[in-house]
């Protein structure tokens, strides 16, 4: 906890989260096993196919480029609260000064999620299936493995397509 903050002292590095963990840990256990078993389902769909059509790449392909568009969490959160800021301040500028309330709260919002790795929005993305980045990248790790691109994945496409890729994702997951 708190490692990639080596400039701060010891006792603030121990409050804040790890940039890699904090989403999860800040998630509802039902929101995290829902996007395991999302992501799982895809790996193992892929591993599937792939045997099945002998090798053929293009589905694989197709979610590497899907994966390559997908929003993470902190996009989204950016995002919206960047969106929530600009009408707050024209609200403010043009209707009426009390508008200030809002880019107010969205900016508590932003400094909340940066120190805590949480904030009130970030239940509601969860629930809708918004992935961490490190999420993302271990389904794309868990499919170039099925691809072929990592040497030393145990089974081959012969030993069935769960297997890979239920391996492939427990290779994704450790690095």
């Known amino acids: ?11 603030t590095r121990a409050m804040i989260p790890d940039t890699a963990a904090r989403i999860r840990d800040h998630s509802a256990d039902s929101a995290n096993a829902r996007i395991d078993d ?4 895809r790996v193992l769909t892929a591993a599937h196919r ?44 043009f209707v009426d000064r ?8 969205v900016s508590s919002f932003l400094l909340q999620h940066a120190l805590q790795g949480w904030c009130p929005p970030l239940p509601l993305f969860r629930r809708r299936g918004v992935r961490s980045a490190r999420e993302i990248e271990e389904e794309r790790v868990a499919l170039k493995a099925l691809r072929g691109d990592f040497d030393g994945l145990p089974g081959t496409p012969a030993t069935g397509g769960h297997d890979r890729g239920r391996a492939a994702l427990a290779a994704a997951r450790r690095a």
Do not use: K, Y
Not at 38 to 41: D, L, M
């Open 1 to 11: 906890m708190g490692q990639n903050t080596p400039d701060l002292p010891q006792e």
């Open 38 to 41: 999302e992501t799982e389902r």
């Open 50 to 93: 792939l045997q099945e059509l002998q090798g053929r790449m293009h589905d694989l392909e197709s979610r590497l480029r899907d994966l390559d568009g997908e929003w993470d969490v902190e996009r989204t959160l950016m995002a919206n609260a960047a969106t929530l800021t600009v009408i707050g301040s024209l609200l403010t500028a």
């Open 98 to 105: 009390r508008f200030v309330v809002i880019p107010a709260v």
